[in-house]
């Protein structure tokens, strides 16, 4: 006989439930010290020895007998050939996210503007792509092509001209969903790397992989910690920590549909984290007995249980006024709403990476097909951050123009703030042009 889940209960009326509650959040995406040396030395090699060191590494690391970088080069044919490799079904499904995912992002696109002022001046700013993008998408067995289309098609939409992607095939395994999500998404290049040795190629270049102005894609620690290294030599998405859920209901879904809302995350690793959060103190109850029901039907229970278990609750409030204040404080990757009325509690949610609203809105849709990016803030970091978008792969230049009416004008402002500043050139420059 199965064990029940032993899912952790909280009640918020609990004198130390804040206590409990940030325990039940913390996760520390910290590499050790064995990891942050190991990704350094990498690297420097690769920095170093270029695609030497990267042919060393993809032996070393995932088990393939390469001899040179040029058997590590995906050709666009390659791609073009997974599209007839997997199923109609497959191919179906990944176009009509793949036009979904681009129709939703084509509405993020950003212009440029300009305004004159009436002595004509003239302000605005310049909306320009990146040149290049990198796209890092996990390889072997645990691949998401969902991924690919989520970090390729935004930056495709944003004018970015060229997207490398860099996928791992430890001891060959390749997957050929993840090579038919890059031809439809329009992916460019594609090299068969991993780890922290990839990211290091797309952060400063080879002589065979291009040096790109932004990595985006989730990773390992190794694949985190390079990111976080090489942050500032180009730029980054994110350091992405486990995917999260949180349920808010009222009590009135099926439990069954909630307990698999809950796996929906749990699945994807052991430091997954599934909340569910309500008033119901009878639904909870009901909620738990689902899970020890359906949890043996999944193929990825192990992982699962130990998920829900480590950093899973079920939360009891006193109301849904006191589910949205809880609901804000964790500040949660995804956050469902499975109420009567969503929408009237949409405005009093101030951080959540996506909204899914109704008890039919369930988070597995926005993981492939509803059209908004997958990739989210997590950690609680919804609190500053934002979903990976077509902005992600825009940047923006200032315009200035200054007839000599508005220079004058505007050159008085300047110098007194110059002066004030002690910079006597920024100042005197100017003053060169203030009319007399």
């Given at each position: 006989?199965?064990?029940p ?16 509650l940030?325990?039940?959040?913390s996760?520390e ?24 060191a990267?042919v ?8 393939l007998d390469?001899?040179?970088?040029a ?5 666009r ?8 490799r997997i ?5 179906q ?12 992002h ?9 305004y ?5 001046t ?6 320009m792509?990146?040149?290049r993008?990198g ?12 991924s ?20 791992p ?5 390749v997957?050929?969903?993840?090579l038919?999500?890059?031809a ?5 290049r594609v ?17 065979s992989?291009p040096?790109?102005?932004?990595i985006?894609?989730p990773?390992?620690?190794?694949v ?22 949180l ?21 994807h ?10 008033p119901?103190?009878a639904?909870l ?20 249980r ?33 109420v ?7 405005p ?12 039919y809105t369930?988070?597995a ?20 951050s ?10 923006r ?5 200054c007839?000599?009416?508005?220079a ?14 002690s ?11 203030i009319?007399?």
């Amino acid at each position: 006989m199965t064990r029940p889940t032993a899912i952790r209960r909280l009640n918020a009326a609990d004198p130390q439930f804040a206590r409990h509650l940030d325990h039940l959040l913390s996760w520390e995406s910290v590499s050790d010290e064995a990891v942050n040396q190991r990704v350094l030395d990498i690297i420097a090699a690769v920095r170093e020895r270029g695609d030497e060191a990267l042919v060393e590494f993809t032996k070393r690391f995932d088990g393939l007998d390469v001899a040179r970088m040029a058997d590590l080069i995906l050709p666009r044919e390659r791609l073009e050939l997974a599209l007839t490799r997997i199923s109609p079904e497959q191919r179906q499904a990944l176009e009509s996210a793949a036009a979904r995912v681009r129709s939703y992002h084509e509405k993020q696109k950003q212009d440029s503007w300009r305004y004159t002022e009436a002595d004509g001046t003239v302000l605005g700013q310049q909306v320009m792509p990146l040149d290049r993008a990198g796209l890092y998408v996990p390889g072997g067995k645990a691949s998401y092509p969902s991924s690919v289309l989520m970090n390729a098609i935004p930056a495709k939409v944003a004018g970015v001209a060229e997207v490398v992607m860099v996928v791992p095939t430890p001891r060959g395994e390749v997957n050929e969903l993840v090579l038919a999500a890059a031809a439809i998404a329009g992916v460019d290049r594609v090299f068969t790397l991993g780890g922290a040795q990839a990211v290091a190629a797309l952060a400063y270049g080879t002589q065979s992989v291009p040096q790109v102005d932004k990595i985006v894609g989730p990773g390992n620690i190794y694949v985190a910690t390079a990111k976080r290294h090489v942050f500032g030599q180009v730029g980054i998405d994110m350091i992405a920590g486990p995917s999260e859920i949180l349920v808010v209901c009222d009590g009135q879904t099926d439990p069954d549909w909630i307990a698999m809302d809950l796996f929906s995350q749990a699945e994807h690793d052991e430091d997954a984290q599934s909340i569910l959060v309500s008033p119901d103190a009878a639904f909870l109850d009901r909620v738990a007995a689902s899970i020890d029901r359906l949890l043996p039907t999944l193929e990825r229970a192990e992982i699962i249980r130990t998920s829900l278990e480590a950093r899973g609750a079920l939360i009891q409030v006193a109301d849904l006024e006191q589910a949205i204040t809880v609901a804000n404080r964790i500040a949660p990757e995804h956050l469902e709403l499975s109420v009567a009325e969503p929408e009237q509690w949409l405005p009093r949610i101030r951080h959540a990476g996506a909204i899914f609203l109704g008890r039919y809105t369930a988070e597995a849709l926005g993981d492939y097909c509803a059209g908004p990016n997958h990739v989210l803030p997590t950690s609680g970091t919804a609190r500053f951050s934002s979903p990976l978008g077509v902005y992600d792969f825009q940047k923006r230049s200032s315009i200035i123009f200054c007839s000599a009416e508005g220079a004058s004008a505007l050159g008085h402002t300047a110098s007194v703030l110059a002066r004030g500043e002690s910079l006597t050139a920024h100042a005197r420059s100017a003053e060169y042009r203030i009319k007399d």
